[in-house]
């Protein structure tokens, strides 16, 4: 069954911005949530080229070979994603301004 997360992206961050867990499987959440919006927002300020991200789930203990599908929920602000190969899903608040948003940024084409 998929998960769905709901999440502050915040919370995973220290006080300088950079994420707060130094290892282990927080720090792999973490840079998979941040991985999400670097990829999203890459794609808003029209940056080519950027890894799309693949799903970190393993129904049956065999990773799931579907890659993560992002939009902007035009109401909240927040980022939502999808798995469409398992279902995972969730909701990314505060994420706007952190180190992974490149919406600001010129393009690099």
């Known amino acids: 069954m998929p998960d769905t997360w709901i999440t502050d992206l915040q919370h ?20 998979h949530f941040t991985g999400i919006v670097a990829e999203l927002s890459a794609d808003l300020a029209d940056i080519e080229g950027f890894k799309k991200i693949p799903c970190r789930r393993k129904p049956e203990r065999k990773p799931c070979k579907g890659i993560i599908e992002s939009w902007i ?37």
Not at 12 to 25: K, M, R
């Open 12 to 31: 995973f961050l220290d006080e300088s911005g950079s994420i707060a867990v130094i290892s282990g499987p927080a720090r792999k959440l973490a840079e």
């Open 73 to 109: 929920d035009p109401e909240t602000g927040e980022i939502c994603w999808t798995c469409p190969e398992c279902g995972d899903n969730g909701y990314i608040k505060n994420w706007k301004d952190s180190l992974w948003d490149l919406s600001n940024e010129l393009p690099r084409n």
